[in-house]
């Protein structure tokens, strides 16, 4: 860095700064719709700038999903394609849940860097970040739940029911805005990005391994089996594989709804009140 | 816009504020004149940064309460956002977008349709030499850069108060100067600052008031020049064409200024403590009627720095260590 050498930096021009400082009308305040789409457009702009972490997230998936059908599918289901349509509504619902744990990591990003105190000082809808950001989220988790079923198709996967396949995209979806909001919660207690993806991560995979995505839970010890049982991931994979195949009963799908429900009643009030709280 | 001009705009009596065990801010006053840069000093860890935060309603304080344009920092804490800015230690702008998309962002939340927040990013990154980095990704901008961005996005609507926490750390010199000039740009508009900075030049540079403060309180208030008479006086240095003339002209000082000089090791140097300057302008007067050439001669005040020292016990530049070699 040899700065004599170098160029002169474009400098600030005083009498444009005047005129900018000068010319400024107060518009007025827009309304909360408005700010909360205004900061989902903002997610918009990361998934065009950050797309690696969006695909982080939903190759893992994508090479799970090729991994186990052919190395454990004839071992599983006696052949791989039967064991792929077993597999794939349950890779959907991992791949998306994985995508929510990024909710936390970009708010405690926003905190650590201290973007969340400009927003807290201007005169915005305290919520209009978390919800812009929720909503931003939302778009990454339909577009990883795209990425899934096409590979699925490309493997070979057959949906039962396209109106199925759309509704469990948005059933997941649904699961894991619930979902992040305990995410949110995590990322405003740790203290680093990193922290928080690592113990988002930790906690859902037990949740995600120990459920019914990868192999029916009537060949666990008891025990396992129990827990696979009352672990709302399997819920939502349950539902999720009810819907594809064209045969969900209502109880099925409404049960994942109803556990989301609970999951943000609980945790996006949480979350608020911890973020309004400030550091 | 400007009515209420002969309030304060910043009115804080006994803020305070504790995390856990630590008192951060213990019961600090501020009465800050509209239109003026008002400096608070301080050492890295002196309670700056969480003053600020409560006056910028970040954080509630746990005692004491502000005014900010009148209106109180708690219970109409929404009232003050909408006339202030905060630019914070940290760059409080999203490295992951690009400088355009940042400053569009701010002017969408404050209420500009969609062509006039683009319009007036476009105005603001021309005015502070950033339209050849806008479409950017501020990660790759340098701390200048980022800082003047930051800036930028604090006046996407001019504010009647400007909070600037520790604007030109981690710069160098030539990003600092213009740091400097884009804050007197502000205060000519009538923008009241409140500059928060541990660099004591900086204070003097910017601020028509100081407050010094030192583990949560301010412990000396004024201009800069009544800190620095505070202290102690300064000094008259002289140095004569002829050293030959150095005991007259010590003679005559002694006399006109009521105070002991000091012959420096330079055979032609002295210097004499003096309290105003205008006795010493008196005494550089005598000098010359008695037929005594100077050199040169100055009047050396102390330094901010040896105000803290004096203030305090200990120095402000505890935590000067990443300078930036010009």
């Avoid at chain 1, 160029?7 to 400082?21: D, N, Q, T």
């Avoid at chain 1, 399997?234 to 064209?246: K, N, P, Q, V």
């Avoid at chain 2, 601020?207 to 301010?218: E, T």
């Amino acid at each position: 860095m040899s700065a004599p050498t170098r160029s002169r930096p474009p400098e600030p021009v005083l009498e444009e700064v005047y005129s900018a400082l000068a010319s400024t009308p107060r518009p007025p305040r827009p309304g909360l719709l408005s700010q909360c789409l205004t900061f989902g457009w903002r997610g918009m702009l990361k998934i065009k700038h950050v797309p690696e972490q969006l695909l982080d997230v939903t190759l893992t998936p994508v090479l799970f999903l090729v991994m186990f059908t052919y190395l454990f599918g004839g071992a599983v289901e006696g052949s791989t394609s039967d064991y792929l349509q077993y597999l794939l509504p349950g890779m959907l619902v991992q791949s998306v849940l994985f995508v929510s744990v990024y909710s936390g990591v970009s708010l405690n990003t926003d905190v650590t860097k201290g973007v969340t105190d400009r927003f807290q000082s201007m005169p915005i809808w305290r919520p209009a970040p978390l919800i812009g950001a929720a909503l931003g989220d939302s778009v990454r988790y339909v577009v990883a739940a795209i990425v899934v079923v096409i590979v699925g198709l490309v493997l070979g996967f057959d949906p039962g029911s396209w109106p199925g396949v759309f509704a469990a995209v948005l059933i997941t979806a649904v699961f894991a805005f619930a979902l992040s909001w305990i995410f949110t919660v995590i990322g405003l207690v740790l203290r680093a990005p990193q922290a928080v993806l690592n113990a988002g991560f930790l906690g859902l995979f037990p949740l995600v391994f120990l459920s019914n995505i990868f192999v029916d839970p009537e060949t666990l010890p008891a025990v396992l089996e129990a827990f696979v049982h009352v672990n709302p991931v399997s819920h939502l994979t349950t539902a999720a594989r009810g819907l594809i195949a064209g045969e969900a009963s209502t109880w099925e799908v409404a049960r994942p709804l109803v556990e989301a429900i609970g999951l943000f009643v609980i945790f996006a009030p949480l979350t608020a009140r911890l973020y309004r709280r400030g550091s | 816009m400007k009515t209420m001009s002969t309030e304060l705009a910043i009115q804080a009596e006994g803020l305070r504020k504790s995390f856990g065990d630590t008192c951060a801010v213990d019961g600090v006053d501020l009465a800050v004149p509209r239109g003026t840069v008002y400096g608070v000093l301080g050492p890295n860890g002196a309670g700056k940064t969480t003053t600020i935060r409560m006056l910028a309603t970040l954080l509630r304080p746990d005692a004491g309460a502000a005014r900010v344009l009148g209106r109180d920092i708690a219970s109409e804490a929404d009232a003050v956002r909408a006339h202030v800015s905060l630019t914070g230690q940290l760059a409080s702008v999203d490295e992951d977008l690009t400088g355009r998309e940042n400053l569009i962002l701010i002017a969408r939340l404050l209420g500009f349709a969609r062509a006039d927040a683009k319009a007036r990013a476009d105005e603001l990154l021309a005015a502070f030499g950033l339209s050849d980095a806008a479409a950017r990704q501020v990660k790759n901008y340098s701390g200048g850069m980022r800082r003047r961005l930051d800036i930028a996005a604090s006046i996407v609507v001019t504010p009647d108060v400007m909070f600037l926490d520790e604007p030109t750390t981690g710069l160098d010199p030539r990003s600092r100067n213009q740091v400097w000039d884009i804050v007197r740009a502000l205060v000519a508009q009538g923008t009241t600052v409140l500059l928060c900075t541990q660099y004591l030049d900086e204070a003097d540079q910017l601020a028509s008031r100081i407050a010094v403060i030192d583990h949560g309180r301010v412990i000396a208030e004024g201009t800069p020049a009544q800190l620095k008479a505070s202290v102690g006086s300064g000094a008259l240095h002289v140095r004569l064409l002829d050293a030959a003339q150095r005991e007259e002209a010590a003679r005559l000082l002694q006399g006109s200024l009521d105070a002991q000089p000091h012959l420096e090791s330079d055979p032609a140097a002295l210097s004499v403590p003096v309290a105003d300057a205008a006795r010493a302008t008196e005494a550089i007067a005598e000098l010359t009627a008695a037929g005594i050439a100077l050199a040169d001669f100055s009047l050396g005040q102390p330094s901010l720095d040896e105000v803290f020292l004096a203030l305090t016990g200990h120095t402000a530049e505890e935590a000067a260590e990443e300078e930036v070699p010009a």
